[in-house]
């Protein structure tokens, strides 16, 4: 009954590699989000979706590359890895405010990504 | 522009009180948040204030809001090990699909 969830948990892998990270919510939820922790554990921003739609895509390379297949998915996709790609990246859901006054985040456990 | 402040550190002795504080920028921020994050874990919602209210109580947490200053506190009472964490500190403009922006995070370390 997991509200955000995010696979992988752990992912390991080389410089030049493409990867995903998937990311689903049940909590009904019009907006999804991506962040990215850095090893000094700063959150910033990386995109926003509602109901499918991109809202925030911040100064964010372009080898990154979100895909919202529905309003419960918010995929990550990212080309070329680099060394500084490494970090943890959250996938995050709310609902409209309009519905429920406020826009509370919900986040999901995160992905480990290590780029060697 | 946006900016939230907090400090990096904070120890105390199980059963104590802790009082984590943080400052914000943006006078247009119409929620404040609180998250915790465990280590290796995601980020936990503690709890929110809206910014018309001065105070908001749950169990043993207290958050105070002195808008005029743009000061934002968490006080847990009774602190415990559990309570171990890094607790951020988060503002929004509630707007659909607009960032949280977030403070770089206070770690609480509670000694029995």
């Known amino acids: 009954d997991t509200a955000v969830s995010q696979t992988p948990k752990y992912l390991v892998t080389q410089m030049g590699n493409d990867k995903s990270i998937k990311c689903e919510q049940n909590?009904?939820?019009?907006?999804m989000y991506w962040y990215k922790q850095d090893s000094k554990k700063f959150l910033k921003i990386m995109f926003s979706?509602?109901?499918?739609?991109?809202?925030i895509n911040e100064t964010v390379p372009n080898r990154f590359s979100p895909k919202s297949p529905d309003k419960a998915h918010l995929n990550l996709h990212i080309n070329s890895l680099e060394l500084g790609d490494s970090a943890v990246y959250f996938c995050?859901?709310?609902?409209?405010?309009?519905?429920?006054?406020?826009?509370?985040?919900?986040f999901g456990p995160g992905t480990r990504l290590t780029v060697l | 522009g946006e900016d939230v402040e907090q400090s990096l550190f904070l120890s105390v002795r199980e059963g104590d009180s802790s009082v984590i504080n943080c400052t914000y920028t943006?006078?247009?921020?119409?929620?404040l948040y609180w998250y915790k994050q465990e280590p290796g874990a995601g980020l936990q919602l503690l709890t929110y204030?809206?910014?018309?209210?001065d105070m908001k109580q749950d169990q043993r947490l207290t958050v105070l809001l002195n808008k005029k200053d743009k000061h934002l506190s968490l006080r847990i009472a009774d602190t415990q090990t559990g309570d171990s964490a890094i607790y951020f500190c988060?503002?929004?403009?509630?707007?659909?699909?607009?960032?949280?922006?977030f403070g770089k995070g206070t770690t609480l370390s509670v000694s029995s």
């Open positions: 995050a859901s709310s609902q409209d405010s309009w519905i429920t006054s406020t826009d509370t985040q919900y």
């Open positions: 943006d006078s247009s921020s119409t929620y």
């Open positions: 909590l009904g939820h019009d907006t």
């Open positions: 204030i809206f910014s018309n209210m």
């Open positions: 988060a503002e929004s403009k509630n707007q659909a699909g607009t960032a949280l922006i």
């Open positions: 979706y509602n109901n499918k739609e991109l809202i």
